[in-house]
């Protein structure tokens, strides 16, 4: 049984910053496609940042140069390392796993405000 656990979130004031993790458990981590997706108020859930299995990195538009997601086989841990922070980068963000079907997190809320 997969399971992902976020955690890191939190407020921070704009031009701040914020490192994400996300544990991953019941499948084999270095295999799979892992991804940060964000979901803001009365909008719909986005793709922020995904890696392959081979370290292939892809970012959305607005967030590339501020973002930066790694993983760390050894330890199931996948990261979105978030600098430059906006108050519109203001959401719940979810780790994902593509691993046959997609697994999703809880969720942890950054909040992006002076």
């Known amino acids: 049984q997969v399971q992902l656990v976020e955690s890191g979130g939190g407020l921070v004031q704009p031009g701040g910053s914020l490192r994400l993790s996300c544990a991953a458990s019941?499948?084999?981590?270095?295999?799979?496609?892992m991804g940060w997706y964000r979901q803001a108020p009365g909008k719909e859930r986005e793709l922020v940042a995904v890696i392959t299995s081979a370290d292939s990195m892809h970012y959305a538009n607005s967030v590339k140069g501020r973002f930066t997601i790694s993983r760390d086989n050894d330890k199931n841990t996948v990261y979105l390392q978030m600098n430059s922070l906006k108050p519109e980068d203001t959401a719940v963000y979810y780790c994902?796993?593509?691993?046959?079907?997609?697994?999703w997190g809880r969720g942890t809320q950054v909040t992006v405000s002076s």
């Open positions: 994902n796993m593509k691993s046959g079907s997609d697994y």
């Open positions: 019941g499948s084999i981590f270095r295999l799979n496609v």
